[in-house]
Structure formats: C-alpha cells, structure tokens
C-alpha cells in the first residue's frame, strides 16, 4: 500500500523533469535532392540499321529484348540517370494501310496517358534536314513525359519514348526530364534515313 501513494509523486517528478529539458526545435528549410547532369556531348549511333542519329555519350545502346521487339528497335539507356528512350522502326514498305496503322499506334500510345496527364502538348518539328516530326510534351504523373514519330511516309517510320525506371515522381524528376528532352531532339535533328 505504502508503493501506490508513492507513485503519484513520482510520476509528477518525471513530468516536471521531463518538461524542463525539452530541447528547442526549428525546423528545417525544405531541401531538394541535388542532380549533377553532366555537359550534353554527342556520338554516332553504331550499327547497320535502316537510320543513323547521334546520341548522348552518357547513354548505352541496348537491343531491345521484349517479345514484341522488332530488329532494329533499341533502347538508348541513361544508366546514371535510370532513363531509357524507346526507338521503335517499322519499314512501311510503301503501304499506306501499313502506314496508316503505324500512325494510329503512335498516336494510341500518347493517348493511353491521357488518364494520369494533366496535359498534352503536341508540336510539329522540323529539323535541318527537311523532315518533320510530331512531338507530344507530357506533364503531370505519367510514366512517358516526351514522345516524338516522325516518318518520310513512304519506307521510314521511326518513334521514340522517353522512360524512367524509378518510382520518383516526375517534378522532382523535371531537371532530368529536361535533359534527355534536349538529347531525344538532338537526334531528331540528326536523324537521317538509309
């Protein structure tokens, strides 16, 4: 009995004690994960393929592996950056059915982020050599924020999208972003046909 009138007292010390040694809090300023980009330098993409273009010396060319994946479809993959961009080619061989489908796809693909996009900025393109190409800017959470075609609508149609292989969202992701949107143009710009 003598312990349970005690315990009040002693509750109260180690309140009062407690209360009297609490450190002073500031919070801290909002911080922002630090992304060192290295300076945009160019190489020629190697290989006998039906195009050439140049592409990021940060970038590996891989061989696309996935079931669908066509013989001259490859990924130009950041490893640093965890970015892949998608390069898909179809020789239309002439046939309009073949290159009305292929135009239907690539305007499908854009439009299957419609559900997580804020917007769709398409543009029309023209690079040094004459050629057009539609490109579509993304925003808001989706997992593909830039995407281009481009095509001479009688044998080439080439298209690329851009990937991230993190779960990071993309305004944080948005300095990298413009990185390899600056890349993807570059070889749009250097694009040529065989």
Known sequence: ????????????????????????FTPKPKGYNRIDLPPHRFQE????????FEYSKEAVIKR??????????INVYYPRLHANVQIT???VQRDRRLYNKMMEDARKLTGKHEIKATAI??????????????????SGEV?????FYTTDSTHHFLRGALYFRTATDNDSLAPVIEYVKT???????????K
Not at 7 to 23: D, E
């Open 64 to 73: 696309d592996s996935s079931y669908l994946a066509q013989p001259n479809w």
């Open 45 to 52: 993409l190697p290989g006998n393929r039906p195009y050439s």
């Open 143 to 147: 997992p593909s924020q830039f995407q």
């Open 183 to 193: 890349d993807m143009v570059h070889m749009l710009n250097t694009l040529k046909y």
């Open 121 to 138: 900025d398409e543009r029309i393109l023209k690079t040094p050599s004459g050629m057009r190409a539609s490109v579509f800017e993304l």
């Open 89 to 91: 080619y179809m020789d």
């Open 1 to 24: 009995m003598r312990y349970f009138s005690l315990l009040p007292l002693l509750m109260g010390v180690v309140l009062l004690a407690s209360c009297s040694s609490a450190p002073d």
